[in-house]
Nanobody
Framework: QVQLVESGGGLVQAGGSLRLSCAAS????????MAWFRQAPGKEREFVTGITRTTGITNYIDSVKGRFTISTDNAKNTVYLQMNSLKPEDTAVYYC?????????????????WGQGTQVTVSS
């Protein structure tokens, strides 16, 4: 039983930055991996980045490499997504997700727990 709550979304101009947070409550396990997905209107939900908590190994899609950074604060049971150099094509609802395991596959069926989403809008 784990619940995830995202926060930190908003409206920014292209080139700006945002930091998203995903706070986990309830029972957690050391073998959980965390990921961020996003979904734009009319599009499929897309994997963005993930992290395996026990190893710190990360996984990013090519379009965000060098701009986005995923990290965790295990003491606070929180995962973050630092987003820099934002582009209009980054506009989407961003969701955090969790799964049992050490890896972060990119398919949505692999994740058991989902947050409610937070809107990120990047203007040109």
């Amino acid at each position: 039983q784990v619940q995830l709550v995202e926060s930190g979304g908003g409206l920014v101009q292209a080139g700006g930055s945002l930091r998203l947070s995903c706070a986990a409550s309830g029972r957690t396990f050391s073998d959980y991996a965390m990921a961020w997905f996003r979904q734009a209107p009319g599009k499929e939900r897309e994997f963005v980045t993930g992290i395996t908590r026990t190893t710190g190994i990360t996984n990013y899609i090519d379009s965000v490499k060098g701009r986005f950074t995923i990290s965790t604060d295990n003491a606070k049971n929180t995962v973050y997504l630092q987003m820099n150099s934002l582009k209009p094509e980054d506009t989407a609802v961003y969701y955090c997700a969790a799964r049992h395991g050490w890896g972060t596959p990119r398919g949505t069926p692999e994740y058991d727990i989902w947050g409610q989403g937070t809107q990120v809008t990047v203007s040109s």
